[in-house]
């Protein structure tokens, strides 16, 4: 058994892959079913259930919860920015140094196993790739990879076509495609692939653009199930609307709001914020605020009076109830309801790309996501799935302790 963060796993003698499904909420292969025939399958020979994210529902946090097993308040990652009281300014959590735990990528590494690790977006590699050394790359930036880096070389090479940009439903695709290329030329023991929710952001369910995206999807994730491995998928968040009647934005700029009502000194962090906020607008629906503690008490009742905010939670109550560094929230957490969204002032926000219909995340709503494994569980597991009390950061734990194989 490996040992990680308090908890065991165990090595098995298939093939362990972990997918992240960025913002695959469970309506997205509902819609798409007829479309996913691999998929289909899968869950007909396996289990499908439902699980818990962590809550801030953003990328960065619930893909450092899978690969550690454990929520922020042990791996230290609650968001992509917070607020450092010491250094007095915004920092963005996407460097290694902000790691307050071991990964179970690099504790399989260092046992002996073979790992890899590919992402999207390549603000996520560094931190999944710390601790071990081994194959790791981004379909952003697959053209850079090189062996002393990235642990491999030629990945337009060894899929056969070019990494697609970003902001291309392709990038998603390629993600899992690639997956499926590697476990055709090397030995691996641990694979973990992790996606990006453009397409998510921008089309509903069943929307074409949607199900096409989808049922490309299907045919690589087909592809790394016929390799007789042990394969577990999941999602860092869900995916919601968040608009007026008219397409804008349903947003509260809360900043503005609380430095209008005389609490000058209101710093609003908004942790969805990262380089990538052409389809989000850096909106979502939980936010973190910091302020005087002697304004606590009334900031609390001016944000809870305001249209579409759910929770006002103080620092020790989000601690409690979501698992959260204390030191990497404000005073107050801030969570918006289905519909809505939480800015800091107008002017702070670029909402062009967005202008005309906003789909995020962030808040409770999107914070329950599939959890699908392509084979059987033990009693015990598959109990812990059917209660929807287990979270996607059990990933691992299912596959490695709960799969029958």
């Known amino acids: 058994m490996i040992q990680v963060n308090d908890r065991s796993y165990r090595p098995r003698d298939k093939i362990i892959v972990g997918i992240c499904l960025d913002g695959c909420a469970q309506a997205y292969l509902d819609e798409a079913a007829a479309q996913m025939p691999n998929l289909r399958s899968i869950i007909e020979r396996g289990v499908h259930g439902q699980v818990h994210t962590v809550i801030p529902s953003f990328t960065n946090p619930n893909n450092v919860a899978i690969i550690t097993g454990a929520p922020p308040a042990i791996n230290g990652i609650p968001g992509n920015f917070y607020y450092d009281l010491n250094a007095a300014e915004e920092v963005m959590m996407n460097d290694p140094r902000f790691l307050r735990a071991p990964s179970i990528l690099a504790a399989f590494h260092q046992a002996g196993q073979q790992v890899a690790a590919i992402t999207t977006k390549d603000k996520l590699r560094l931190l999944l790739a710390h601790g071990w050394q081994g194959i790791n790359f981004s379909v952003e930036k697959a053209h850079e990879a090189a062996p002393s880096t990235h642990g491999i070389a030629d990945v337009l090479g060894l899929v056969g076509r070019a990494n697609p940009g970003i902001y291309d439903p392709e990038a998603s695709v390629y993600c899992i495609e690639a997956g499926a290329r590697l476990l055709e030329r090397y030995d691996l023991d641990l694979l973990y692939l992790s996606t ?39 999602a860092d968040h869900g995916m919601n609307a968040k608009t ?16 209008a009502a005389g609490i000058a000194e209101a710093r609003v962090i908004l942790p969805i914020t990262d380089p990538y906020v052409v389809h989000h607008g850096a909106l979502g629906s939980y936010a973190t605020v ?55 002032t107008p002017d702070w926000h670029e909402l062009a790309d967005v202008a005309e219909g906003l789909r ?8 329950v996501v599939p959890m699908i494994c392509n084979r059987p569980l033990t009693d015990q597991y598959a109990e812990l799935l059917a209660s929807g009390q287990a979270r996607n950061w059990d990933l691992f734990d299912f596959l490695c302790n709960g799969v029958l194989a």
């Open 196 to 234: 990006t929710d453009f397409v998510q952001h921008k089309w509903a369910p069943g929307e074409p653009e949607a199900n096409a995206f989808y049922a490309r999807l299907d045919r690589f994730i087909g592809a790394l199930d016929s390799q007789d491995i042990i394969l577990g998928i999941t």
């Open 244 to 259: 007026n009647a008219d397409g804008a934005p349903k947003v509260q700029f809360i900043e503005t709001q609380l430095v």
């Open 290 to 344: 910091y302020l005087d503690d002697a304004h606590t008490t009334r900031a609390t009742a001016i944000l809870r009076a305001i249209p579409g905010v759910e929770q006002v939670l103080s620092r020790e109550q989000a601690v409690a109830t979501y698992q959260l560094p204390p030191d990497r929230i404000g005073e107050l957490v801030v969570l918006a309801d289905q519909d809505t969204v939480l800015g800091r």
């Open 360 to 367: 995020s995340h962030g808040g409770l709503h999107e914070g």
